[in-house]
């Protein structure tokens, strides 16, 4: 079948790789957020996101895959960074990656992974899956924690539906992370050393409240506990 995969830097090529290996994967379709102003980071063109390609897969094996590019720009500020900003100003605090889990790697990002005729989207989050067939012929479908209690990520994938996790493919999901390292290292990927990416994606290194206050003015009020 072909298999697609997006988002993230240092686990995609050794996900993609490990399906591809398997022979299982003979397409990669990344996710991309264009030209984003919340970003702050420097646009991110389609071109740019070729040389990244380029540079994640290096000289092995993945250039041999068919690459497509999807702009998920305008679905990513409408369900993740404005929905981000709104739900603080309600006095709630947020959570984007489940958000973007939910509507933009399982759902805008599936729905054109389709068009492609993919069968399954493949993401290298530290989780896994599980499956239990009933008798009258239903599958239920139970996420699981990552191998790795480090690193275990199931949490950013808790409002997945049945629907959702039908589709989904956890591949690094039994793997810890020097594992993952070492086999970018096997595979002569650039990206074996990379340091690990945290916190908000589209806040990047910036100051946390100094974002905030781009788009909620401060304001004398009481604090409540």
């Given at each position: 079948?072909?298999?697609?995969?997006?988002?993230?830097?240092?686990?995609?090529?050794?996900?993609?790789?490990?399906?591809?290996?398997?022979?299982?994967?003979?397409?990669?379709?990344?996710?991309?957020?264009?030209?984003?102003?919340?970003?702050g980071l420097g646009k991110y063109t389609e071109k740019a996101s070729g040389i990244f390609m380029a540079l994640v897969c290096g000289g092995g094996i993945l250039p041999l895959l068919q690459n497509y590019v999807v702009?998920?720009?305008?679905?990513?500020?409408?369900?993740?960074?404005?929905?981000?900003?709104?739900?603080?100003?309600?006095?709630?605090?947020?959570?984007?990656?489940?958000?973007?889990?939910?509507?933009?790697?399982?759902?805008?990002?599936?729905?054109?992974?389709?068009?492609?005729?993919?069968?399954?989207?493949?993401?290298?989050?530290?989780?896994?899956?599980?499956?239990?067939?009933?008798?009258?012929?239903?599958?239920?479908?139970?996420?699981?924690?990552?191998?790795?209690?480090?690193?275990?990520?199931?949490?950013?994938?808790?409002?997945?539906?049945?629907?959702?996790?039908?589709?989904?493919?956890?591949?690094?999901?039994?793997?810890?992370?020097?594992?993952?390292?070492?086999?970018?290292?096997?595979?002569?990927?650039?990206?074996?050393?990379?340091?690990?990416?945290?916190?908000?994606?589209?806040?990047?290194?910036?100051?946390?409240?100094?974002?905030?206050?781009?788009?909620?003015?401060?304001?004398?009020?009481?604090?409540?506990?």
């Amino acid at each position: 079948f072909k298999g697609t995969e997006g988002f993230g830097v240092a686990n995609v090529p050794v996900n993609a790789a490990l399906l591809v290996l398997c022979g299982l994967c003979t397409s990669v379709m990344w996710g991309g957020i264009f030209n984003l102003a919340v970003e702050g980071l420097g646009k991110y063109t389609e071109k740019a996101s070729g040389i990244f390609m380029a540079l994640v897969c290096g000289g092995g094996i993945l250039p041999l895959l068919q690459n497509y590019v999807v702009d998920l720009t305008d679905d990513f500020k409408k369900s993740v960074s404005d929905h981000f900003i709104t739900t603080y100003l309600n006095g709630q605090t947020p959570n984007p990656c489940v958000e973007c889990n939910k509507y933009l790697k399982f759902g805008e990002f599936y729905k054109k992974s389709e068009e492609l005729e993919c069968n399954y989207v493949a993401t290298g989050h530290y989780c896994q899956k599980s499956e239990y067939l009933f008798d009258d012929g239903k599958t239920l479908y139970s996420l699981k924690a990552g191998y790795d209690t480090n690193k275990d990520q199931s949490y950013f994938l808790c409002q997945l539906t049945q629907e959702q996790l039908k589709y989904a493919l956890f591949p690094i999901g039994h793997l810890t992370k020097p594992e993952v390292r070492q086999l970018a290292k096997d595979l002569d990927l650039p990206v074996a050393n990379k340091k690990d990416s945290t916190g908000i994606c589209f806040i990047g290194e910036r100051d946390f409240r100094e974002f905030l206050k781009n788009y909620i003015p401060a304001k004398e009020g009481k604090m409540e506990t």
